[in-house]
């Protein structure tokens, strides 16, 4: 059995549909029945599957969003019938994917769809993307919200399976860090305590100057030298946050790191305070498991998929209220009660999530389509 994986539509593992691909590659069960092969752009050959030594097939097109849809909207089937595959599995269908196949496709969906497709400027490609969907051979859904805005958008029952994202444990856990006041991971040195945002700056709907307006807030009324870490990769929209946090009374205490390394991130998830994340579009919000599992306290949005990921295990808050957010970053910093209390639920709760579980189960779905 052949399966293809596409990794058009990821951001080269930069943003959170990124990381799931980058984990689910590196946690296919290996097994002699089952052979992989990652396709995509040729910057992609060494960014997914390294651990379990995937191959790799370069698909030959221009860097664009627009040659990527118009690849797998016209060239897609041809390229999956030629590779012999008995399956493609297909993870940023939010942004590219096939309106029809010549072989089973699996579609992962980690997005509040609805929203994403907001974004198109062509209502084309947007119906495209949904009549893809609905003749594709199953489609997974990392969360219960997901499912649910699928529904909506006319996605047929039968088709959707919630598949549960999952932590790499082996990465995400209590790091002993004694009593070091300075996380040094070249070319960054970062100095605690500091709140941390892991979240990839795209958006208003990331609420990343909502947050820093709140974190002003929390400094003026505290006086405590927690620092604020936005930590991911930036777009055009970035230069909006770069100018509030200029803006903001504490700019000297605010760190916008850019895009940090998959390998780096873990230690500077431990040494954080807390982690607070506002973002109101989330269909799955790892970081917010990566977080707990790491053993740190969680401020989050109530907003999306978070409350369901969360599992009652964060301090919640609506995005748009900026006091509201600064009361809950000042909880999970200063309420020591609550925050002991926190990272004990925490750690237990993000335990139940485990990538080897979730990359079995699309791997059960996937050969359970193909004839």
């Known amino acids: 059995m052949r399966i293809g994986i596409d990794t058009f539509g990821c951001d080269h593992a930069r943003s959170g549909i990124g990381a799931y691909?980058?984990?689910?590659?590196?946690?296919?069960?290996?097994?002699d029945s089952v052979e992989y092969n990652l396709f995509g752009s040729a910057e992609d050959r060494y960014t997914y599957g390294a651990e379990n030594s995937i191959s790799y097939t370069e698909v030959?097109?221009?860097?664009?969003?627009?040659?990527?849809?118009?690849?797998?909207?016209?060239?897609?089937?041809?390229?999956?019938?030629?590779?012999?595959y008995d399956a493609v599995i297909y993870a940023g269908c939010s942004r590219v994917f096939p309106f029809s196949f010549r072989v089973p496709g699996i579609a992962i969906i980690n997005d509040i769809l609805s929203m994403s497709l907001l974004d198109f400027k062509s209502p084309v490609s947007k119906q495209l993307i949904i009549s893809g969907l609905k003749k594709s051979a199953a489609i997974i859904a990392s969360s219960q919200v997901i499912k649910e805005d699928l529904l909506s958008i006319g996605i047929p029952e039968d088709k959707i399976?919630?598949?549960?994202?999952?932590?790499?444990?082996?990465?995400?856990y209590q790091h002993p860090l004694l009593d070091s006041d300075i996380i040094d991971l070249k070319p960054f040195a970062i100095k605690r305590p500091y709140i941390i945002y892991p979240s990839r700056i795209s958006s208003s709907s990331k609420k990343h100057i909502e947050l820093i307006k709140a974190?002003?807030?929390?400094?003026?009324?505290?006086?405590?030298?927690?620092?604020l870490v936005l930590a991911g990769a930036e777009t055009e929209y970035s230069e909006e946050v770069h100018r509030a946090a200029i803006s903001s009374a504490y700019s000297s205490d605010i760190f916008i790191t850019g895009?940090?390394?998959?390998?780096?991130?873990?230690?500077?998830?431990?040494?954080?305070?807390?982690?607070?994340?506002?973002s109101v579009s989330e269909g799955v919000a790892l970081p917010v498991l990566e977080a707990m599992a790491s053993g740190i306290p969680v401020a989050a949005s109530n907003s999306g998929a978070i409350p369901e990921i969360s599992g009652g295990n964060a301090v919640l808050f609506d995005s748009d209220k900026i006091e509201e957010m600064a009361a809950a970053i000042e909880t999970v910093c200063c309420d020591k009660k609550k925050r002991d209390s926190m990272v004990l639920s925490g750690l237990e709760w993000s335990s139940r999530f485990n990538w080897k579980t979730t990359a079995a189960r699309i791997l059960e779905i996937t050969r359970s389509v193909i004839q």
């Open 21 to 31: 691909l980058y984990y689910l590659a590196s946690n296919l069960p290996v097994l």
């Open 60 to 84: 030959k097109i221009p860097e664009s969003l627009k040659a990527e849809r118009l690849w797998h909207f016209m060239l897609s089937g041809h390229f999956a019938s030629s590779q012999k």
């Open 161 to 172: 399976s919630v598949v549960p994202i999952g932590i790499d444990h082996s990465q995400f």
């Open 215 to 227: 974190f002003t807030l929390f400094k003026e009324k505290t006086g405590l030298p927690h620092r």
């Open 259 to 278: 895009f940090f390394p998959h390998e780096s991130f873990p230690l500077l998830n431990s040494g954080a305070a807390a982690c607070v994340f506002p």
